[in-house]
């Protein structure tokens, strides 16, 4: 993946030294920009942002105020490179969410290696859910093989929800990502008031969420979720809908078609040591015994409780 990195300088100054620092390493890209282009610019959503300040002519904590109010750019880090040597100057431009600042003279491999560790970190961020701040497939796979492989036992959660494609369709795609966000505070409030350590919980994509805990636990935790979840959904649906207990979708023909409100319908798998070989059994089964809740009208859960033999 290309890295595009903004060099902000009036004089161009800066631009040779960043591409010569990193001539071999072609995945990163280093465009200057001076100040009065920064808002085309940012249109753009680099990287990373690298201010040289003693060669812009507008003053640096304006210019990082004005990055940090663009909304697509609220969470691009920001590095400032400057000769200013004053403690104070240095803390005001940090309080503007500011990664790095650089003195000035700068030393050229700790300037390239900490460009290289911001965009590893950056790397990793983007593994998790930007939406719920959930970990990913990465990290999902990682914790189940790490489990697998200590020989633990322990039980995979599988969570959906019911019916969100009609949510969608009624609500919009901004009210369906508060209900994500509500989905995935009520498995974590219910998760962590349940189990007290050794518990993962993750956001596979869109609707659908994973937690893995100790196997004591599951249906207690189940039951606690849906309970929650059932008790706070119908704040995201309008009085009518709620009185009716549904909503309504036209279909692809223009015919009206009745769905009931958004519930979760939870699988559980209990892996006992040595039942799976692998992360990929384990999702059989879930995909399994997750069919069977959701064959069920409402929020439910099924547990597969076979054991190895």
Do not use: W
Request: glycine letters at 4%; a negative charge.
């Amino acid at each position: 993946m290309i890295q595009e990195i903004y060099i902000i300088d009036d004089d161009e100054s800066s631009i040779i030294v960043f591409r010569e620092l990193f001539k071999n390493d072609p995945e990163y890209k280093f465009i200057s920009v001076t100040s009065s282009q920064i808002d085309v610019a940012l249109k753009n959503i680099p990287s990373i942002i690298i201010i040289n300040e003693d060669a812009i002519e507008v003053d640096v904590l304006e210019l990082c105020q004005k990055i940090r109010r663009d909304e697509d750019n609220s969470i691009t880090p920001i590095i400032v490179v400057s000769s200013n040597p004053e403690k104070e100057h240095r803390v005001k431009i940090l309080k503007e969410s500011v990664e790095y600042y650089i003195k000035k003279p700068v030393n050229a491999q700790y300037l390239y290696f900490t460009i290289k560790n911001l965009t590893r970190l950056l790397t990793i961020n983007r593994r998790i859910s930007p939406l719920t701040g959930l970990p990913g497939n990465v990290q999902i796979h990682a914790e189940l093989k790490k489990r697998i492989s200590n020989k633990e036992s322990f039980s995979v959660l599988y969570l959906d929800l019911d019916n969100f494609k009609a949510y969608n369709d009624v609500y919009g795609f901004i009210n369906g990502d508060e209900i994500i966000k509500f989905t995935s505070d009520t498995i974590i409030k219910c998760v962590h008031g349940v189990v007290s350590n050794n518990s993962f919980i993750g956001h596979i994509g869109g609707d659908d969420f994973i937690a893995i805990v100790p196997i004591l636990h599951t249906e207690e935790l189940c039951e606690s979720i849906i309970a929650n979840f059932d008790a706070s959904v119908t704040k995201f649906f309008t009085e009518d809908d709620n009185d009716k207990g549904y909503i309504e979708v036209a279909n692809r023909k223009g015919v009206i078609e009745q769905f009931p409100l958004t519930s979760i319908s939870i699988g559980v798998v209990e892996a006992d040591i040595g039942r799976f070989a692998n992360m990929l059994e384990i999702g059989e089964v879930g995909a399994q015994v997750k069919h069977l809740a959701k064959s069920v009208m409402g929020s439910s859960y099924s547990i597969d409780r076979r054991k190895n033999v």
